[in-house]
């Protein structure tokens, strides 16, 4: 046969070679392996025995094989399995069971033995290809994720859809976990909640007609006792699965994880074989620690970095390696056969591995395993190889993921130990990993840890405690009775040793990782790590989130963390191995980094992620020479590469060629890929886990303050309401009993996802990131080949160690915290504006992460602390022109930096709003936090915005233009709201309609309040008419203020009517917020100044057709009501936010205003003739004439229209200077603005 076992030629050899006088130890190896063998004929095998040797050994195993399947009676069972059907088993059907995937409804990936299905629809069902009628079956069902789904059995008469599934109709019976119910067209309450992991357990007694279901071997009671029988009812096993969720079916493929007594699976065990493998495996149980021992005292160990031992001299008896070896060999040739099988290898080979694994030499190759896969490798043919290490691994790993978890997780220890031990063999480690571990397994499950259900916490967390929480963050902690510090103490106590507990287990996944990556064993041009690296390049590739494979195809968000955390423990340890070698030249791994070089290589995939500059190919065309110059190479004309010399320093400076840093190599190029994938990881798994797992705590949060709120409500409550006592009682029955669960899951976060050593390996990595883009910055614009990815995990991971895992692990407890912020300041504050970024959204991101920097005093003082120069940076990249990036987010900083200085601008959230109902808007953030304002950036910003006139007149310019844009818009969406709400009922108004009203409410009130900041720093800006555009400037803002103001105190207008609907989301648009910035910035500009400058702010308020001195009687809530109208009015007497001296200026306001109108309507006035007036504004006097073009118009129209473009009103001619009416030039700077424009 084409196909011939290696090891029968081996045997052929033996008995040409075989001689009468065998050698003693051939003889005595016989008698230990094959003597102690139970025989059920004394005669014939004792016959056998006494000749024993390697000639007729393999006839001495078949016989031995034959008895031990006649003693167990296993023949009869063999031969019923090579029958077609035994319909008197009660089962109909193939004898192999699967899921048939002819009886799909809905969509459902199914793996390729049809035992494993995942969901892709909203409800989708599938039934086995067996069904019984008669007799106790079971089958069991792995989850893989702990969703809506119903599992059981149902007739073939069940017709299904995508809204109605097995327990749905009338014949299919199913219970759900997620939901606690079972279904048979009715729904009750049954069962527990299942949870990724859990094995749950189908029964059915066709007999008495009743079904059963188990968890996790466990018995959740009689589910269902009128199932219905007779003719033509046979049962399916059936499952129903919702979007996502995904199991594995067991009918009896591989041996039951729990197998139930008096019930049987639907697929027969293959019991002869099962003999059969238990005798060979007993031989080599004998025949292993002889070939060991052997080994050890020949010194034929291989021992990695030293040679073989040379070939022994010639005798005439065999060594007894090679006695051992052909023994070996007789075993296997009929144990190979059998080890194609799944059940074998699950039922016998993995008992067999355990027997000989060493827990406690865990980090050392194990011998007897090592010693097995030589033998597998020497003796088996390559299919046969293949496909048990393919069994072994696929059962491992399932053994892992759905073994039972127990206080000392001694299970999963059992199995990683045991596959580590695997991995260290060199040939089976590389065969896997090329084939397997990626490609036929998640090999990241391996890496994670299955929390355990309640009960196992209870048991691991017995004391559950949880902090008091105060509605402020600065109020008073009640003191803690000591028996509640008894129950902390406690609790922290079992969270450290659960710690401890998970990281024996962490530490085996990691030494895994380690195995892994080994870099020393290259074999046809490949290292471990090299095909480790292109495996892992190819699972990012697949579970990247721009990836067009379905969701069901990516890891799990939980796995995908854990595999993040160990595979930094493990790049840092080979990180600091390779520094080691040489240590001036590579760096430890607390200063790594991805040099910039590695970004621009061709060979590195980044898939769909953008880069900072845009499309790879795009930077290509236009930045290749500049690579080409970097790496200090040239191509010639004849297209050769060329290595350019170095210049000394000086010529460098003199020629200005020598831009760019030498190039760093700060590791191996293997870690450094290594390291890039990490950051990638990060980026599309880790995150967004790390987010999910605040909810938890966020919850948790919520029902201590219900508790509280009970608490307090009882012991106010009287003796006479029993009725509302006993009420409030079973509520506090309730939240103690949901906080008690929620406590324990806690302790799991705290021990294992936001531990100490979690939150320094997400530091750690945030600090590679800022180094990496540090010095990536240095290469100007080759800056743009770093990944978008890069910049938004430096943003996310700052995120996560600052509002994940705080408080839970305080984030100023980070080692070098200090420097942190720092490094991450000068990262925000050098790229939230960069020009070489080009994706808006990205620079968005940028925006909004410096803006919740400036949130707090501590990271406030940071930014303080840069040097000047990256300061004053800071404020012009703000005060910039809006030109391709939010402008929103950027007035949003500049409000921040000014808060708890603005007239009544020292809240945290507005009077009318508590800290639980925030605003929808996102700029309602700034309001939540305690107002630290920043006096350093006010007096830059005051410096810049006096010294430079043309960046104040442009930043002014723009401002009032948002501003009268977004007060516009709000306007007109106002009177559209009261318009609808006057025809139709509120539920028909929009959400959407209704959040941008709110949101451009807000963001009038931010900008109102930057330039409540620009008028109390630099008033001269309005005020100082020597500044070309303060005339205009002073005459923009007092329109903008009375139309403002007009607008919100109108009697009977939309804004009245508006806030006086409830309507959902517009809790934040009230009188207060504008009222007080528009209040406040009359206030500074009339109050806060004197003399002539106070007359000029005056007199242009005054003169403003839309002002009305009224709207000063309507903020101190001195408007005498309407009759018959009811109501509160409004009135900022009634708000504690106001302070008294800020009441008494607005009466200083308000009486100034009316003394100095009536002045003012006393003068005479000079009427200025109809031909004489400005054609444009028609409200000024013509003062200003064009040149060269001799048109005329009033100074402040001109000077608006040179601040757009230098173009003449009528004629479009262009402007070269402006002069008055007496001949002398005016407005120089904007012409010539314009000009150099």
């Excluded at 048979?184 to 079904?211: F, H, R």
Aim: charge should be neutral; include cysteine.
């Amino acid at each position: 046969m084409a196909d011939s076992r290696k090891s029968r030629g081996l045997s052929h050899v033996v008995r040409q070679r075989e001689s009468a006088d065998q050698d003693p130890y051939t003889h005595s190896l016989l008698r230990h392996v094959f003597s102690d063998q139970e025989k059920s004929s004394e005669a014939g095998a004792a016959g056998v025995e006494k000749a024993m040797d390697l000639h007729n050994l393999q006839s001495y195993i078949d016989l031995s094989l034959c008895d031990a399947v006649n003693l167990q009676g296993a023949c009869a069972v063999a031969h019923e399995e090579e029958s077609s059907l035994d319909e008197n088993s009660g089962r109909i059907g193939s004898k192999e069971v699967f899921f048939d995937i002819y009886s799909n409804v809905g969509t459902l990936i199914v793996e390729p033995d049809r035992l494993g299905v995942s969901s892709l629809s909203n409800f989708s069902s599938m039934r086995a290809n067996t069904c019984v009628y008669k007799g106790k079956w079971v089958y069991e069902l792995m989850l893989g994720s702990k969703g809506v789904m119903q599992l059981g059995w149902c007739t073939m008469q069940c017709k299904f859809s995508q809204e109605e599934g097995v327990g749905d109709t009338q014949d299919s019976y199913a219970y759900d976990g997620s939901r606690l119910r079972k279904w048979n067209v009715k729904t009750q309450k049954y069962g527990e909640p299942w949870l990724t992991g859990d094995v749950i357990s189908c029964a059915i007694d066709c007999d008495e007609g009743t079904m059963t279901f188990y968890r996790n071997g466990n018995c959740m009671g009689q589910a269902f006792s009128t199932v219905r029988r007779g003719p033509g009812l046979a049962y399916f096993p059936a499952v129903s699965l919702s979007i996502s969720e995904n199991l594995r079916a067991n009918f009896g493929a591989t041996p039951l994880r729990y197998p139930l007594e008096g019930y049987q699976p639907l697929q027969d065990p293959p019991k002869s074989d099962l003999v059969r493998a238990q005798v060979l495996f007993g031989y080599l149980e004998k025949l292993l620690p002889v070939m060991i021992e052997d080994d050890q005292v020949i010194g034929a160990e291989v021992i990695q970095g030293k040679g073989e031992e040379a070939l022994p001299p010639l005798t005439e008896h065999r060594t007894r390696r090679c006695t051992a070896m052909l023994v070996a060999a007789h075993i296997f040739e009929k144990l190979a056969p059998l080890l194609r099988s799944a059940y074998i290898v699950e039922g016998h080979l993995l008992k067999f591995l355990l027997k000989f694994r060493d827990c406690e030499k865990h980090l050392s190759e194990q011998p007897y395993i090592s010693k097995l896969l030589d033998l597998f490798w020497a003796l088996l043919q390559d299919f046969e190889l293949k496909t048990c290490l393919e069994h072994l691994v696929t059962t491992l790993l399932s053994s892992y993921r759905f073994s039972p978890v127990t206080s000392d997780f001694r299970y999963p220890k059992l199995y990683l130990n045991l596959t580590l031990a695997i991995l260290q063999h060199g040939r089976t480690r590389k065969h896997l990993l090329a084939n397997v571990l990626f490609d036929k397994v998640k090999f990241p499950i391996f890496l994670h840890i299955k929390p355990p259900d309640d009960g196992g916490l209870a048991e691991m967390v017995p004391i559950v405690y949880w902090e008091y929480q105060t509605k402020e963050e600065d109020d008073p902690v009640p003191v803690e009775p000591p028996e509640v510090l008894r129950k902390k103490k406690d609790y922290l106590a079992s969270c450290e040793q659960l710690r401890k507990q998970i990281e024996e287990v962490e530490d085996i996944q990691v030494e895994m990782l380690k195995v892994l990556l080994i870099w020393n064993d290259p074999k046809d041009g490949k290292t471990t790590r090299d095909i480790f690296m292109e495996k892992l390049r190819a699972f990012l590739r697949e579970n990247s989130a721009y990836t067009r494979v379905h969701q069901i195809h990516t890891c799990p968000l939980p796995v995908s963390l854990c595999f993040y955390h160990r595979l930094i423990q493990a790049l840092r340890y080979y990180w600091d191995l390779f520094q080691k070698e040489d240590t001036g030249r590579f760096v430890h791994s607390s200063g790594a980094f991805v040099p910039v070089q590695e970004f621009w290589v061709d060979t590195r995939e980044y898939y769909d992620f953008q880069r900072c500059g845009g499309l790879m190919s795009h930077l290509n065309r236009t930045l290749g020479a500049e690579v080409n110059k970097a790496q200090g190479i040239s191509v010639s004309d004849d297209g050769k590469v060329v290595r350019t010399e170095k210049k000394s320093k000086e010529s460098a400076a003199a020629v200005t060629t020598e831009v760019y840093p030498e190039p760093e190599m700060p590791s191996g190029n293997s870690l450094m890929k290594l390291l890039d994938s990490l950051i990638i990881l990060y980026h599309i798994a880790a995150h967004k886990q790390l987010g999910k797992m605040c909810a938890l705590r966020d919850n948790m949060r919520d029902f201590v303050f219900a508790l509280q709120d009970t608490e307090e409500k009882i012991n106010r409550c009287s003796t006479e309401t029993n009725d509302i006592r006993e009420d409030l009682e079973q509520a506090k029955k309730v939240f103690l009993e949901k906080i008690t669960e929620q406590s324990r899951q806690m302790g799991w976060v705290i021990a294992v996802i936001y531990s100490k050593s979690k939150q320094n390996d997400i530091a750690w990595m945030l600090r590679v990131i800022l180094t990496t883009i540090e010095k990536a910055s240095k290469y100007k614009q080759l800056f743009q080949f770093v990944p978008e990815l890069y910049i938004e995990s430096c943003i996310n991971s700052y995120n996560a160690l600052k509002n994940y895992l705080h408080p839970t692990t305080k984030f100023d407890q980070i080692e070098g915290y200090d420097n942190l912020l720092v490094k991450y300041a000068n990262f925000l504050t050098s790229h939230f504006a960069d020009s070489r970024i080009v994706s808006n959204d990205l620079r968005d991101n940028l925006v909004q992460a410096l803006a919740c920097f400036t949130c707090y005093p501590r990271t406030l003082e940071v930014l303080e602390s840069l040097p000047w120069e990256r300061q004053a940076s800071v404020i012009k990249s703000l005060i910039a022109p809006y030109e391709n990036r939010s402008w929103a987010h950027t007035n949003w900083i500049l409000v921040r930096l000014w808060k708890g200085c603005g007239f009544s601008f020292r809240y945290r959230f507005l009077p009318n709003l508590v800290p639980s109902k925030v605003q929808p808007t996102e700029f309602s953030f700034v309001s939540l936090q305690k107002p630290c304002p920043s006096y350093v950036y006010q007096s830059i910003l005051a410096k810049i915005l006096l010294d430079e006139e043309a960046m104040s007149t442009r930043f002014l310019d723009t401002l009032m233009n948002q501003l009268n844009w977004s007060f516009s818009e709000f306007v007109g969406i106002m009177q559209e709201i009261n318009q609808l709400v006057s025809h139709t009922e509120h539920m028909f108004l929009e959400g959407r309609q209704l959040k941008i009203c709110a949101a451009c409410f807000e963001i009038s009130v931010c900008l109102l309040r930057v330039l409540e900041m620009v008028v109390s720093i630099a008033s001269q800006l309005f005020t100082d008419w020597s500044r070309p555009s303060a005339e205009l400037f002073l005459k923009r803002i007092m329109q903008l203020l009375s139309q403002v103001m007009s607008r919100i105190t109108s009697r009977n207008g939309a804004f009245e009517k508006l806030v006086s609907l409830p309507l959902p989301g517009l809790d934040s648009v009230t009188y207060f917020p504008v009222l007080t910035v528009a209040v406040g910035i009359l206030i500074k500009l009339l109050i806060d100044t004197q003399g002539e400058r106070q007359d000029k702010a005056t007199r242009a308020l005054l003169l403003d057709a839309g002002f009305k001195l009224s709207t000063l009687d309507f903020v101190l809530g001195e408007i005498p009501p309407e009759k018959g109208k009811k109501g509160k009015k409004f009135s900022l007497k009634t708000f504690e936010e106001v302070s008294k001296e800020e009441l008494e200026n607005i009466e200083s306001l308000r009486v100034y205003l009316k003394h100095k109108q009536n002045t003012l309507e006393s003068q005479s006035q000079v009427k200025v003739k109809d031909e004489d007036l400005c054609t444009i504004c028609y409200a000024s006097p013509r003062s200003a004439t064009f040149i060269p073009c001799a048109h005329q118009s009033c100074r402040t129209c001109i000077t608006q229209q040179l601040m757009a473009k230098k173009e003449c009103f009528f004629c479009k001619a262009i402007i070269t200077s402006v002069k008055d009416m007496h001949g002398n030039t005016i407005l120089r700077e904007q012409c010539q603005g314009q000009s150099k424009h």
